[in-house]
């Protein structure tokens, strides 16, 4: 059973870039058998999708957010990263990764990572 | 882009009670739509795909229903574990979420 784990700093200064790695267990992220994908939310808010990444190392990014951000893998260490340039405190929330089975084009998101809180402050 | 709209924002209820939330997508979205429950603290939990195919281990209290522009989440016979917040996500056209309706005990 594949389980997902975020890492990362907690807290990110404003204007600089935020960097998050998701290390998966349980299975091969380069089975091709899920998308990896990036979902954040806001304290008290509803979920965005950010972005996803699959084993061939192609990506798509939600349109609202795809000019600040970058997703790559690291099969060496199973484990998939997001990049988020330019942060403001709007970028504050908690950060979840999730697997979309790729037979079902990867469309909804299960499993999750217990997700990461990351705040933009100064 | 695909703006979804739940509604009621906030649901009372009891114990045993059957209730529905409704979800309404901004254009059509035939039956790709996806409901998850969410409690404190953790992350959001798949239960139901493709508008109405129960995800495995899901109790069969809950059912979903719908398609183009309206869906709808059924849970029959609500128990104390059934009070999270819920939200729906359509995935015809990138991914977005509904705002989330937040079931509460009455």
């Known amino acids: 059973q594949v389980q997902l784990q975020e890492s990362g700093p907690g807290l990110v200064k404003p204007s600089q870039t935020l960097s998050l790695t998701c290390t998966v267990s349980g299975g091969s992220i380069n089975t091709g058998t899920y998308y990896w994908n990036w979902i954040r939310q806001p304290a008290g808010k509803g979920l965005e999708w950010i972005g996803r990444i699959y084993t061939s190392g192609s990506t798509s990014y939600n349109p609202s957010l795809k000019s600040r951000v970058t997703m790559s893998l690291d099969t060496s260490k199973n484990q998939f990263s997001l990049n988020l340039s330019s942060v403001t405190a709007a970028d504050t929330a908690v950060y979840y990764c999730?697997?979309?089975?790729?037979?079902?084009?990867?469309?909804?998101?299960?499993?999750w990572g217990q997700g990461t809180l990351v705040t933009v402050s100064s | 882009d695909i703006q979804m709209t739940q509604s009621p924002y906030t649901l009372s209820a009891s114990v045993g009670d059957r209730v529905t939330i409704t979800c309404r997508a901004s254009?059509?979205?035939?039956?790709?739509l996806a409901w998850y429950q969410q409690k404190p603290g953790n992350a959001p939990k798949l239960l139901i795909y493709k508008a109405s195919t129960l995800e495995s281990g899901v109790p069969s209290r809950f059912s979903g229903s719908g398609s183009g522009t309206e869906f709808t989440l059924t849970i029959t016979s609500l128990q104390p574990d059934d009070f999270a917040t819920y939200y729906c996500?359509?995935?015809?056209?990138?991914?977005?979420f509904g705002q989330g309706t937040k079931l509460e005990i009455k």
């Open positions: 996500q359509q995935y015809e056209s990138y991914y977005t």
């Open positions: 999730g697997g979309g089975e790729a037979g079902f084009g990867g469309n909804w998101f299960d499993p």
């Open positions: 254009q059509s979205i035939s039956s790709s």
